[in-house]
């Protein structure tokens, strides 16, 4: 079997605006919350992926940003905390013509939902997970949530969280994900291409979005979202480009031995010659990309951690199907219902 | 044939003696092959055209350490030159393998039965793990019993030494020397077991051979060694004509599915996690590939069935198999599904509770876990199979039933159903009533939430165009299907689906009375003690006594015509392996008083149990 092609790549040449995919509902999120840019920035990209609208499904659990569906034009399910995951298995493996759009928040798929997101990314169907990661959570009204940092005062850690929290895109290669990517909020322009990059990709594709909540976590990323602090703090990763961020294209990170440090590039030792290059298809870079969030003093990384080809879930079992018919042609059913062996009453 | 054994088998005829019916149970270690030989037995018995009932026992654990108490596994059949309902009461017949095997099983044996021990394991160290004190083959403990001592160990070892088989291996095939002694004990024939031997082990022909040599060796011992004063014939039973099978609850509760999915046109999807007694439905449903079945051994319970509420609404037939603890963890997707109002079909194989319990033992004890427990009002249909091969007529109904009214259908087996087995008359998929889908692919007039006759919503499943619509947990508004929290709305939404549900009653065959159709005394039943109370009515009514059988396979809802059912009788009787649970819904639902009749051991009625509660009752 083809294994390059997505069954959801291009099929009818439909042009459609972001309009197309907004729907009538009236929107229920806070103003100012970031979810409304990641909403607009789905739709904004959708056109250009061309893919049949009534091919679209979107599904998600509970949360704020669980309420993604209803604001889409498409096909939604607003399911239960935890399971969308679970849930766009059965439809994707139902239907694998389909494509199948999940969001969720951090709360719902690294802590209620975490088993069926490792077991997603590790059986790789071709579906887009898109994590909203305010790290906290909202619709709940403002408690600790598995992304939150360590000692974080809230309502339901009123002298500081006890918990260390997961890192997601470390989770996502400890389950062998084969698309990993981080975007923001507030950088449209990243993130339409980083929606691009994962609709694109063939397998789970997983989107962590760092996501402003204005009302519980304001300000939990704008160190990273921010013009005046942005470029110090934020590296873009570019396939097979060396890691170079600051205002001024002046820093960059190379590798002493395993572990990533900051150069300047404006020292007279260093130059972009000794700086580490981003490959997407290394799984061991990636691994260390993904550890810079818990070293301050290292920038964020956004863009493509890692992207790789591996045989989807569907993939196998539409092979399996014909593997089956072509031993042994389609049942009969009569044969099945007499089983192994018979006898006559007469 | 020499002249020699030709004489010996005619002598060995001569004393044939014919009897109606034969209970028999084989017992052992769990690792002795006891559940082989006693499905060997089985499938030899019923093609050989006695009606048969089985009971399999066995423990939880895989392995457990050999001669304990805790490790014996039995197997249990009756089989009759009549039509029978049960795996019989007490065994006419019992194989001990090893002391422990006769202990446990020494109180099911019927007084003056008959009791085959494999002599050799009767030794100090298994005398001491089953507590006896001294050799029960040499005491007084087994007077009033017929005691045949054989040396089924060392005789299977004697036969096979010449063979490259390690003194393991050869022990190993003991069990099918006690089988060819009972083959020949019953006089039965061995061509299917030799068969089955032959497909078993086809990649180790020296196991064909032992093995092959094993069941020959204890056949001719029974034969030649005039230990037994008289051998056994139980004729063909007189069933009504036509192809028969044998089929156990699982594997008729499969095809059932197969079909139904079949005449209805959809993709099966099968989400399930393992979980005992129901693995067995995940593992033929994985073996049907060339009917399109989809199976999905998901990593947990809530993935099992969520997976599958994602594959009904993507249009296809989502269904998802467990028992107790697992429907526990579905409970909330079940509540989604019922939201959604999706169709899907949630198997619970019931073993005994509650949390781990009793994995291996049969209990009916989650009928109100399927008929209420769930939060919200949260009505789903409820549906039984009454014996092993019911499961497959349930199994389709339950598609059937969810299809046509787009709701979750939950169908109770049991352990019991679940492994036991009967003949079956063979079905053709022709002659099996056709399910409609009518999908939804006009986009005039469209609404996710818009009804039809039965109160059942459209089902447009994605991928159409101009259906694009959202569901979710959420409470709908009528008809648009648009997230809405309005008091009036919610409160008649609850009253739309409950009505939903109830309207099943007119959609479902009137219970039935087996008996007299009034009088003083109805058994009501539900599920798998079908075959109890079938067989103690029978024995009462033989009695002289007035006593009639109405048996539930729909619990929710009920019957139309339940209550005047049960109000032509004076007194009602439910047994069940419960405390009491469907005797619960009869009284809220009807205001009628029952009498209970109740057992939570882990193993199905006697029909002697049922037959002392009636005779009481009928007595006051």
Redo the contacts between chains.
Sequence with gaps: METTKSNTDITDKVIYTAKDFA?D?DIRWCPGCGDYSILAQVQRTLPSLGI????L?F?AGIGCSSRF??Y?????????HG?AT??????????P??SVWITAGDGDLMSIGG??F??LLRRNLDVNLLMFNNRIYGLTKGQYSPTSEKNKITKSSPIGSPDYPFNPTSLALGANGTFIARSMDRDPKHLQEMISRAAKHHGTSFLEVLQNCNIYNDGAFFLYTEKETKEDNVVYLENGKPLIYGKNKDKGIKLDGFKPVVVDLNDGVHSANDLLIHDETSRELAFILSSFVEHPELPMPVGVFLEIPRNTYEET?AE??EH??DK????D??E????K?????? | MSEDILEKTNRANKIKKEVDSVTVRFAGDSGDGMQITGSQFTDTTAIFGNDLGTLPDFPAEIRAPAGTLYGVSGFQLQFSNKDIFTPGDEADVLIAMNPAALKVNLKDLKKGGIIIANVDSFEKKNLELAGYASNPLEDQTLEGYYVYKVNITKSTLEILKDLPLGTKTANKCKNFYALGLMYWLFDRPMDITLGWIKEKFAKTPELVEANTRALNAGYNFGETAEMFGERYEVKPAKLPEGTYRNIMGNEALSIGLICAAQSSGLKMFLGSYPITPASDILHNLSRQKKYGVITFQAEDEIAAITSAIGASFAGALGVTTTSGPGMALKTEAIGLAVMTELPLVIVNIQRGGPSTGLPTKTEQADLLQAVYGRNGECPVAVIAAATPADCFDMAYEAVRLAIKFMTPVILLSDGYLANGSEPWKVRHYNELPKINVKFRTEPEGFAPYLRDENLARPWAKPGTPGLEHRIGGIEKQNITGNVNYEPENHELMVKLRAQKVKNIENDIPDLEIEGEKSGKLLVLGWGSTYGSITAAIENQVAKGNKVSHAHLRYLNPLPKNTENVLRSFEKVLIPEMNLGQLSKIIKTEFLIDVVQLNKVKGSPFKAKEIEAKIEEILKG
């Design positions: 729907s509902q049949s609208k009534e091919k499904v599904i569906p209803y889409m034009s498409t096909y939604g399910f607003h399911t239960i399971r679970a849930i766009a298995s059965g439809v994707k493996i139902a239907n013509d389909l088993n069926h490792m077991h079992i399996q199907f089956v018919y042994n042609g389609k049942g059913i009569d099945l219902l007499k089983g062996s018979t006898w006559e009453i007469k």
